[in-house]
């Protein structure tokens, strides 16, 4: 009998806390995000001011091949800049891996985070290349230097990445946004701006 009640209590207590949980998952998730905004900085220091790159535009955890700074992914290039450990291939870099997306994955293997990879005014309309570079691009191969991001505060780095993320600045060709089925947060995504800010992306809420 007492079993009974407490599952019962559960069951109408878990709605309730659902969106406790939530807004804890993504203030933490906000922490991360920070940091990396912060070793990207770091990492334009050590670089005449250029941005890390060329990059692709999924940013996954795990340390992959090759040395820091020769591969195309983000956690490649600045995984030393996020805590100053130098991380094995194949080792998750806790300094980007958001827990709410390991927890609700299962795997390592998902991209967190996705890079926007055009500048735009604030009026929406298109100011310039890529700030990260294009692989392989004859024209724009190279990343921007970091003061040739104008209005930064309205300029995007990057957003938590899932499925049902809309980029319509992806070039043709460059993969879609990857990462949960749905966003990580049900209801929100964090959205990280060059000039260190992070804001909350209202999207239509789904089952977690």
Request: glycine fraction near 12%; aromatic fraction near 10%; include cysteine.
């Amino acid at each position: 009998m007492v079993i009974t009640v407490i599952g019962i209590l559960a069951a109408l207590l878990f709605p309730a806390l659902k969106p406790v949980v939530n807004k804890a998952d993504r203030a933490r998730g906000a922490a991360i995000m920070g940091g990396i905004g912060k070793a990207i900085f770091l990492y334009t220091v050590d670089h005449d001011g250029y941005l890390p790159g060329p990059l692709t535009p999924g940013v996954g955890v795990v340390r992959g091949a090759g040395e820091a700074g020769l591969g195309q992914t983000l956690v490649n290039r600045i995984a030393g800049y996020a805590g100053g450990k130098t991380y094995q291939e194949g080792e998750i870099v806790k300094e980007f891996a958001n827990p709410a997306v390991l927890k609700r994955s299962g795997t390592n293997s998902l991209a967190h985070y996705y890079l926007y990879l055009n500048l735009r005014d604030t009026k929406g309309n298109w100011t310039g290349p890529c700030p990260w570079g294009y692989p392989q691009h004859a024209t724009w191969p190279q990343p921007l230097k970091v003061m040739r991001i104008e209005n930064p505060a309205s300029q995007i780095v990057m957003k938590d990445s899932d499925k049902k993320l809309v980029n319509t600045d992806r070039p043709p060709g460059w993969p879609s946004p990857g990462g949960l089925d749905n966003p990580v947060y049900w209801d929100s995504r964090n959205v990280l701006f060059f000039d260190g800010h992070i804001e909350i992306e209202q999207v239509s809420p789904t089952t977690p």
